[in-house]
């Protein structure tokens, strides 16, 4: 029999000294590091036990230790659950994967508990899954295998509306809102609840009169407002108070470049009160201030673009316009007030038909002028000697952002060598680049694209407009139930961009510039 300090002990021995082993543990350890051993000594990968004597004394551990082993044993565990949970499913894999397959049993899919050496290695490295030294690597597993069979995730997801063009369903958002909530924020002053339905219906439309009804509301609201206690008015009135306010006319159309070009100056404004300044004189600087940026900004610069472009106006000349522009209507209104004689065709689209307002006020002005649609934009430029448009912003790398169809006519114009004047003011640049109108648009209502006037497509078997018992009955014709046709969308961009090679001339505030000088003029018009 061979000594325990020399070689491999005999199954005797073996038997006698695990019937030893309780009473010599009492100075050595824990009765629970006893239980641990015997069961470790039974696990033994080839089946046999081993002599106690061969194995080293496991030292002795102190309370830190056996917490830390006992926190990576949990975190062991939690992991092969985990796996256990995701081969669970779609996925064919080892259930166990903590447990090597043992060669020719072919049983790598029964759970099993784990050896002595997985509890070592355990504790040597916690994100190691299998044994050091074992020959076992990780690409000798059963990897999950990804299903064809889409996931619950990809079930459950928000598919697009059918009624949704897919080339711009970026730019569909929350519905614009119509009416008033029943019961509205409280925070939203009245005046701008009243600005936003009006917004929203087009009853006050236009970049520059949207961006002056949005400064006279903030106006009223700022006066109505008071500083809560222990804070200050610059703090609290712009995060707490003006928010929600933009928040809410955002959300009944979205804000214009001027608006928020406005918005951004009234905060700097805010923002440098002095809160040593009484609440008072702080909010009547702020509505001097705003009554100022309306006056010099938008008012008197309106009056020095007018002038300018008029001077380009001469006799005989036929000036061709598109849509409605509160500046280039004021333009040719001076033009005429001059003497001079000429010539104005009204260009205008569906669905708001804001030339047939500036055709009515330019012919009850006494001034000539032949109205046509954009479809027959060709033949009614074709005696036109300029083309004055506006702008609804000036991007940085000189293109033209404009109400939808501009481009058209601009491209048109420029095909016939005719120059394209637009009138614009500073207020409205802007750093950003523009080079299509797919990345950044406006999406009005399709609804409001179904024809609804006289004059308008007429439908199979009837038109338009039918006279029934006196009374005018409007037919929205072969759109009527647009939505209840499966393969059919309709599409309302407000708003298209204007390549710069196209445009002759900006006239501003400034001076008359070439488009590339736009962002010098913004960069001036924002420092000063």
């Not at 166990?96 to 997985?118: F, L, R, V």
């Not at 236009?206 to 949005?214: D, E, Q």
């Not at 046709?485 to 002759?504: C, G, S």
Request: proline letters at 6%; hydrophobic letters at 35%; one cysteine or more.
């Amino acid at each position: 029999m061979a000594s325990p300090t020399t070689g491999k002990p005999s199954h005797g021995r073996a038997t006698e000294n695990t019937d030893r082993q309780p009473s010599q543990a009492d100075n050595t350890g824990t009765t629970q590091q006893i239980v641990e051993s015997d069961v470790r000594k039974t696990q033994q990968p080839n089946g046999s036990a081993k002599s106690a004597e061969s194995l080293p004394a496991e030292p002795k551990l102190s309370g830190a230790e056996l917490k830390k082993r006992k926190q990576a044993e949990k975190a062991a565990r939690r992991e092969r659950e985990k796996a256990e949970r995701a081969a669970t499913g779609d996925t064919a894999v080892v259930s166990n994967t903590h447990t090597p397959p043992q060669a020719g049993k072919g049983d790598s899919q029964k759970k099993t508990k784990p050896n002595q050496q997985d509890q070592k290695s355990n504790q040597q490295d916690k994100a190691q899954h299998f044994r050091r030294g074992s020959g076992t690597t990780p690409t000798s597993q059963k990897l999950p295998v990804r299903s064809s069979q889409p996931s619950a995730q990809a079930m459950t997801r928000k598919k697009p509306s059918s009624k949704e063009v897919g080339l711009f369903g970026h730019l569909y958002g929350q519905p614009r809102r119509q009416t008033l909530h029943p019961t509205p924020p409280k925070e939203v002053h009245p005046s701008v609840l009243s600005l936003g339905l009006q917004m929203s219906t087009y009853t006050v439309c236009g970049s520059n009169a949207r961006c002056v009804a949005m400064l006279l509301a903030f106006k009223a609201a700022i006066n109505a407002y008071t500083t809560p206690p222990k804070t200050s008015l610059a703090r609290h009135l712009t995060s707490h108070y003006l928010s929600p306010q933009i928040t809410y006319l955002n959300s009944c159309r979205p804000l214009s470049i001027s608006m928020g070009n406005a918005i951004r100056w009234l905060k700097d404004l805010i923002i440098k009160i002095d809160p040593a300044v009484p609440e008072q004189d702080a909010k009547l600087d702020i509505a001097e201030s705003i009554d100022a940026f309306i006056r010099e900004r938008i008012t008197a610069a309106d009056t020095l673009i007018a002038s300018a472009a008029a001077d380009k106006i001469r006799n005989g000349d036929v000036i061709a316009t598109y849509a409605k522009s509160s500046i280039v209507q004021k333009t040719l209104l001076l033009a005429q007030t001059q003497g001079k004689r000429f010539r104005v065709v009204v260009v205008d689209s569906k669905p708001l038909f804001e030339g047939r307002n500036l055709a009515r006020a330019l012919s009850n002005a006494g001034i000539t002028v032949q109205y046509a649609l954009v479809t027959a934009s060709s033949h009614a430029l074709a005696e036109a000697t300029k083309v004055l448009i506006g702008a609804h912003a000036m991007m940085s790398n000189g293109r033209l952002y404009s109400r939808v169809g501009t481009a058209v006519v601009a491209m048109q114009a420029a095909e016939r060598d005719i120059p394209v004047i637009v009138c614009c003011e500073s207020v409205k640049f802007t750093d950003r680049v523009a080079l299509d109108s797919i990345v950044g648009n406006e999406i009005a209502e399709p609804d409001e694209l179904v024809g609804e006037a006289r004059g308008e497509a007429r439908s199979e078997g009837g038109t338009d407009v039918e006279e029934l018992q006196g009374h005018t009955v409007k037919n929205q014709g072969a759109l009527k139930d647009w939505r209840k046709r499966e393969n059919l969308q309709l599409l309302n961009i407000m708003y298209d961009v204007t390549p710069a090679k196209y445009i002759k001339m900006v006239v501003t505030e400034y001076g008359s510039l070439p488009p590339s000088s736009v962002p010098v003029v913004h960069r001036i018009s924002t420092t000063v």
